[in-house]
């Protein structure tokens, strides 16, 4: 399968951990409504060659070749909980394979962990039209970290 970058990416159905960056990040207000008691696994991440930008109450990953890295956690959903969660975060994440008025595209990138080792997970990235539209308003995050918008730190 070939995503909107022109990369190859694993078939949907494949079971990776998913990078999260802003509201289902652990402690932010998605996280425990869509992922507690689903996650087995979470280490912190970092997603290069991607720019943060902030959105209505949220952000948006907006891929760039060297910008970044975007700050997050891998997160590890339990085997009987992946088909289930997949689906609510795509719901709440307004992703539909194919769909051209998509507010994300769900794309499988190469994350960094704190050892230097890089790991594919899913990733929420801003779907074109959406990118198009943070592109020109440039309300870029320059920490790559949510959270210090969240705090005030921006």
Same mark, same amino acid.
């Given at each position: ?13 494949? @079971?990776?951990?998913?990078? $999260?960056? =802003?509201? &289902? ?7 425990? !409504?869509? *992922? ?28 760039? @070749?060297?910008?970044?890295? $975007?700050? =997050?956690? &891998? ?7 992946? !088909?289930? *969660?997949?689906g609510e975060l795509d719901r709440l994440e307004d992703y539909r394979p194919g769909d ?27 779907a074109p039209a959406v990118r198009t539209r943070l592109r020109a308003r440039a309300r ?15």
């Open positions: 399968m070939t995503d909107p970058a022109g990369q190859t990416s694993p078939q949907p159905s494949a @079971p990776l951990p998913f990078f $999260v960056y =802003g509201t &289902l990040r652990p402690g932010e207000y998605h996280h425990d !409504a869509h *992922l507690g008691g689903r996650v087995e696994a979470q280490t912190p991440a970092l997603l290069p060659d991607a720019a943060l930008h902030e959105g209505p109450g949220y952000p948006y990953v907006v891929e760039e @070749p060297g910008a970044g890295p $975007v700050h =997050g956690e &891998l997160l590890t959903a339990r085997p009987e909980s992946y !088909a289930d *969660l997949l051209p008025d998509n507010d994300y595209e769900r794309v499988a990138r190469a994350v960094r962990l704190p050892d230097g080792s890089a790991r594919r997970a899913w990733v929420y990235v801003a870029i995050i320059a920490s790559g970290d949510w959270r210090t918008v969240r705090e005030g730190r921006s």
